[in-house]
């Protein structure tokens, strides 16, 4: 399995925590986003939570190889850091959602905004988050 995902010389795995609020939703969007792009391929973060052998060893394959990981939180309950921290895995790139300064918001009418899922991707590859 993780030889089709993320192994030595191909891109970084992306884990999103994909959350009930919109910045759940948005680390989500942005996940995808940045696979179509090319910039990682997204993975399932609920496998390594169940803790399924095969996904956490791909998991830990990646975080080895030159992508490595990026763990997408969307707030500061980081939901993604726990289930990386109990399958026992470290935490390479992280970024937290509400640090780039967009507020958490649990509503029904989730409402994922181009500009703020911009913001995430930028903050992804290493650039300065715009406020």
Known sequence: ???NCCSAGQPRMILACSGGSNVGQL??????????????????LAGLGGGLKGLVQAAREAGQADGGVLVLDGCAVGCAKAIMNNAG???????????LGIDKVKDTQLV???DEVQRVKQAARGG????
């Open 27 to 44: 680390t989500n969007q942005a996940a995808v986003e940045l696979t179509r792009e090319g910039f990682g391929t997204m993975f399932c």
């Open 112 to 114: 994922i905004r181009t």
């Open 1 to 3: 399995m993780s030889k």
């Open 128 to 131: 300065q988050p715009q406020n």
């Open 89 to 99: 895995l470290p935490l390479q790139d992280y970024l937290v959602v509400t640090d």
